[in-house]
């Protein structure tokens, strides 16, 4: 596995060691001891999520405040341009943004640590994507942040308005979310 810094220090890109022959592939998604061995990080993932979205849908930006969730992010179908916010008021890249496209074909995971909105869209025809999270879902300290956001202006490479839920679309502005302190 191959551990890739992001701009925002706590965002790491996870390559992994992938097998090829003439059967196909095999790479390991996962492993505890590896992931704390070259990361640094002790993690306890306690919920797989999965989520399978048309081109263009949008998703996000979403967080917890009670029971913040780190997430490990990977598309096991199609391709997905991912974004990571900081929310975290401490922090010195608070209100900045990174987005990274994984894939399928590339197996690249992303690390997103508690305190970050999360959010992406589907740059395929379709996309399927699994995620671990480090706590459980809460929907009483659920929050969105608008995906759109001027203050955040984030290019999530699009050309048309993309498909999002009633929730999304209700999601408060960056200066008038609930941060971390």
Not at 124 to 142: C, L, M, N, R, W
């Amino acid at each position: 596995m191959k551990i890739i810094s992001a701009e925002i220090p706590d965002i790491l890109i996870i390559e992994p060691q992938v097998f090829h022959d003439d059967r196909g592939f095999f790479f390991e998604a996962f492993n505890l001891k590896k992931f704390t061995q070259e990361t640094g990080i002790n993690v306890n993932f306690v919920q797989d999520n999965h989520s399978y979205s048309k081109h263009n849908v949008l998703r996000g930006l979403h967080y917890q405040i009670v029971q913040p969730q780190g997430k490990l992010v990977r598309a096991v179908v199609g391709n997905i341009f991912d974004v990571a916010v900081d929310i975290r008021k401490s922090s010195p890249t608070f209100g900045q943004w990174i987005g990274y496209e994984i894939s399928a074909e590339d197996k690249r995971q992303i690390w997103i640590p508690p305190g970050f909105a999360h959010g992406f869209i589907v740059m395929s025809e379709v996309a399927e994507v699994i995620y671990k999270t480090t706590d459980y879902y809460a929907p009483q300290g659920e929050c969105t942040i608008l995906w759109n956001d001027n203050d955040l202006n984030i290019n999530w490479h699009i050309n048309t308005l993309p498909i999002i839920s009633a929730k999304d679309e209700a999601g408060k502005p960056f200066k008038m979310a609930e941060v971390f302190p």
